[in-house]
């Protein structure tokens, strides 16, 4: 399942993950959110669902671009590891999954795994990724993109409720 990729291997118990992997869990989470997003656009049968997927690629297009410049500007190489693997691979299967589906159930299921996945990411931001990260431009730019993230929980939990009636 894609949320357990941010309960970390046994590795990350003791010392957390390093810069260069918490560079490429942040690409990749955002990565994922994004091919989920382009899907909503085009196969939401709702007008809401199908704009928060496009506000989905626009926000984590953007917080990709700021985190592969602070990468290119510290020359620091992300570095691939089993969460972003495990995150990449629960993302696939959720575009999968979701490509399967068509109207109110795509919606559902689309904006069920939003809120899901937007809580993991913020567990893991809060939890794991600020506290490990060294470079303290990297935690700014965590610190920074977390109201984005919180943002789109309550969007996500707020059309979560228009589809639930």
Do not use: C
Request: glycine residues 4%.
């Amino acid at each position: 399942m894609l949320l357990a990729a941010f309960a970390a291997g046994p590795s990350y118990a003791q010392q957390g993950p390093s810069d260069p992997q918490i560079a490429h869990i942040v690409v990749t989470a955002n990565q994922v959110d994004i091919d989920a997003g382009k899907l909503a656009e085009k196969s939401a049968s709702s007008k809401e669902v199908r704009d928060f997927g496009k506000q989905m690629v626009t926000d984590h297009t953007s917080v990709n671009k700021s985190a592969t410049e602070l990468v290119t500007k510290l020359k620091v190489k992300p570095e691939a590891n089993e969460t972003s693997a495990s995150l990449k691979k629960g993302g696939d299967e959720n575009v999968a999954k979701l490509k399967k589906l068509k109207g109110k159930e795509f919606d559902k299921a689309y904006v069920d795994n939003e809120v899901s996945y937007h809580q993991a990411v913020l567990d893991a931001v809060d939890k794991t990724l600020i506290p490990s990260a060294k470079n303290e431009e990297l935690k700014a730019l965590l610190v920074k993109v977390r109201p984005a993230f919180v943002q789109h929980l309550e969007h996500a939990k707020m059309l979560q409720g228009q589809l639930a009636k």
